[in-house]
C-alpha cells in the first residue's frame, strides 16, 4: 500500500515541487491548499494530485480537512508542513494582525496539523513530518518579526515534536530554504532583491525543486535515524 502524505500549501511554488517530488517517490499525496482555487484546479488537472482546501490557521479546519484526506485516500503517513505567509514591514509599520496571520499561518498550521495527524502515526507506529522553517528564522531579516519569528518557531517545535516521535517511529525534520524562486520572493522590492542574491555564495536564487529534494528524502522509507534535524538549503547564504 503506498503512503499518503498531505502537503500544506502544495499546489503552488516550493509546495507544488514538493506534492511532485512525493508523487515520483510512489506516494499518494493530497495537496491543501488555501485560497486560490483556479490554480488547484489547473495543478490537479495537470498533475493527478487531489487538492483540498482548508485554512491550516483554523485548528477545526485542519481536523475536517484531515478526516476528508483519510476518507478518500487512507491513514496520513507524512505531512509536510509548507503553508506560509508573508507580511513584511518593519515594527513601526507592522500592524497587530500582520503579526498574527503569520504566527497563527506559519506556526500555529504545524501545531493544528500535527495534532490532527500525530496520533495515527504514532498509533501505527511510522510517520514522517517535515515542517518548511526558513534562512530567516535561523538568521532573522529586517522586515520580517513575524515571519522571522514565525520561522524560527518552527525549528524549536521540530526539536520538541521530535523527541515525542522518535520511540513511536514519527520522525520530525526541518528544511530551512534560503531564497527561493517563487512568487513570495518575487515580491519582495528589485533592488532589495538582488542585494540579497549578491550576498549568496552559489550567486542565484534556489529552484523549489531544490527544497523538494530535501523533503523527499526526510520522507523517504530509509530516513527512519534522521530525526529532529535541520537542512539548510540555501546555497551557502547561512551556515548554521
Ligand atoms: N538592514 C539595515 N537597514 C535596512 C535594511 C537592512 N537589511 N533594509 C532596509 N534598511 C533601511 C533602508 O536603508 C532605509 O533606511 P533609510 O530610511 O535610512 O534610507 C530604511 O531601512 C527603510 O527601508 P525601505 O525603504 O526598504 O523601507 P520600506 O518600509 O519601504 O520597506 C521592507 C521595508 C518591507 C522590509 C522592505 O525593505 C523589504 O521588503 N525587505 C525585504 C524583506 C525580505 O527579505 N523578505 C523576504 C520575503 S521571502 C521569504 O520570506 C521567503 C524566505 O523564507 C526566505
Known amino acids: 500500500m503506498a503512503r499518503v502524505a498531505i502537503v500544506t500549501g502544495g499546489t503552488r511554488g516550493i509546495g507544488e515541487a514538493i506534492s511532485l517530488a512525493l508523487q515520483e517517490q510512489g506516494v499518494l ?11 488547484a484546479r489547473a495543478f490537479s488537472e495537470r498533475t493527478g494530485i487531489k487538492s483540498y482546501k482548508w485554512d491550516v490557521s483554523d485548528y477545526d479546519a485542519c481536523q475536517k480537512g484531515v478526516e ?36 497563527d499561518t506559519n506556526l500555529g498550521g504545524c501545531f ?24 530567516n ?29 522518535a520511540k513511536a517511529g514519527v520522525t520530525v525534520n526541518a528544511i530551512a530554504p534560503g531564497y527561493i524562486d517563487t ?17 549568496v555564495p552559489v550567486g542565484r536564487l534556489g529552484m523549489a525543486q531544490e527544497i523538494a529534494r530535501g523533503v523527499a528524502f526526510l520522507c523517504a522509507e530509509d530516513a527512519g535515524f534522521v530525526t529532529g534535524s535541520t537542512l539548510s ?3 551557502g547564504q547561512h551556515m548554521y
Open 68 to 103: 476528508l484526506v483519510e476518507a478518500e485516500l487512507g491513514p496520513v503517513d507524512i505531512v509536510v508542513n509548507n503553508a506560509g505567509i508573508t507580511r513584511d514591514g518593519t515594527i513601526l509599520k507592522m500592524s497587530y494582525q500582520d503579526w498574527k496571520d503569520v504566527i
Open 183 to 199: 512568487e513570495m520572493v518575487a515580491a519582495v522590492p528589485q533592488d532589495v532583491l538582488a542585494k540579497i542574491v549578491a550576498k
Open 137 to 165: 528564522g535561523q538568521a532573522g531579516q529586517y522586515g520580517q518579526v513575524n515571519y522571522a519569528a514565525a520561522k524560527s518557531g518552527i525549528h524549536g517545535f521540530t526539536k520538541a515534536l521530535a523527541q515525542e516521535g
Open 233 to 235: 538549503i540555501n546555497g
Open 29 to 39: 499525496v493530497a495537496a491543501n491548499y488555501g485560497g486560490n482555487d483556479a490554480k
Open 112 to 135: 493544528n496539523m500535527a495534532k490532527a495527524t500525530f496520533p495515527g502515526m504514532r498509533a501505527r507506529q511510522w510517520g514522517r513530518i517535515v515542517n518548511i522553517g526558513s534562512i
